[in-house]
């Protein structure tokens, strides 16, 4: 009985070895394989649409602006031609004494494109969508050549739509709260802020850039951006919560954010 117990246990080892050995191999056969997967050719061709046009779909490592005039970062603006009422708002600006983004409130189109965070762009023949990884945020827009809603509230992204000059899609953004900034650093936008970014793809791994802010109100004639983003092809989106484990927004910290008085 004994040496027929020996028997059993020495063949439930050898099986128990044999499953393990075999797990090894199956999981370095499938390392192997996406080790061996062919890298993403960024210089190649820029894929299309079913109309033809030119696709952004893919997640994006947009150009990081904190200061749109910062000179050390290429496509700067030298100098934002403000306007007496643009010049006061930047003037009087002090993000300590409460900045809507410290509270969690959207940060815009502006201020998201040029914030640390992928983005992802979903786009079909007559929407592309805008996936900010940066507080989990949305834009959708419209290409199907539709106007401007001119019902809808003003909001902190503005009402988005997008038409074709080629094979240049631009997006013009109104209806803009006027709350909202440019950037990191605060530069100023008011609610008649018109918004045109447009983006051309010129290969798989490359789109030209262009941002115009065109706001009489805050600045005396248009500025433009231009620049270029690079796919992240390996690069997935993640969830964020700007609320979670926020102890200096619920201690009081940061200082509450109220609309200005204009």
């Known amino acids: 009985m004994k040496s027929r117990s020996n028997f059993m246990i020495a063949i439930t080892v050898a099986i128990g070895i044999l ?50 005039t910062d000179s050390k970062i290429p496509g700067y603006v030298k100098e934002l031609p403000y306007t007496a009422w643009g010049k006061q708002q930047w003037d ?16 815009g189109i502006s201020r998201t494109i040029y914030g640390p965070h992928p983005i992802q762009i979903i786009q079909d023949n007559d929407f592309l969508v805008f ?31 997008g038409h074709w000059e080629g094979d240049k899609l631009v997006i ?23 918004l045109i970014n447009t983006f051309r793809r010129v290969d798989y791994g ?3 850039h ?19 983003w690079t796919l992240k092809p390996d690069v997935r989106i993640m969830e964020y919560s700007c609320e979670e484990g926020n102890r200096d927004l619920f201690s009081g910290h940061i200082k509450a954010w109220h609309p200005p008085v204009d």
């Open 131 to 161: 996936l900010a990884e940066q507080n989990s945020w949305f834009h959708t827009v419209p290409t199907d050549g539709r106007a401007i809603d001119k019902g809808l509230p003003p909001s902190w992204f503005g009402d988005s739509v």
């Open 19 to 68: 499953s393990l050995v075999t797990l090894v191999a199956a999981g370095g056969l499938q390392g192997g394989q996406r080790a061996r997967a062919p890298k993403a050719d960024l210089t190649g061709p820029a894929p299309h649409l079913p109309n033809g046009k030119p696709s952004m779909s893919g997640v994006w490592g947009q150009v990081r602006r904190a200061d749109v």
């Open 92 to 107: 009087s600006y002090d993000a300590g004494k409460g900045d809507y983004a410290g509270t969690c409130l959207p940060f």
């Open 206 to 208: 490359h789109a030209e």
């Open 210 to 228: 262009t941002y115009t802010v065109d706001d009489p109100k805050t600045y005396t004639r248009p500025w433009t951006i231009t620049e270029t």
């Open 172 to 194: 013009d953004t109104r209806n803009i709260n006027g709350f909202v900034r440019v950037d990191t650093i605060g530069h100023p936008l008011s609610d008649q802020a018109h």
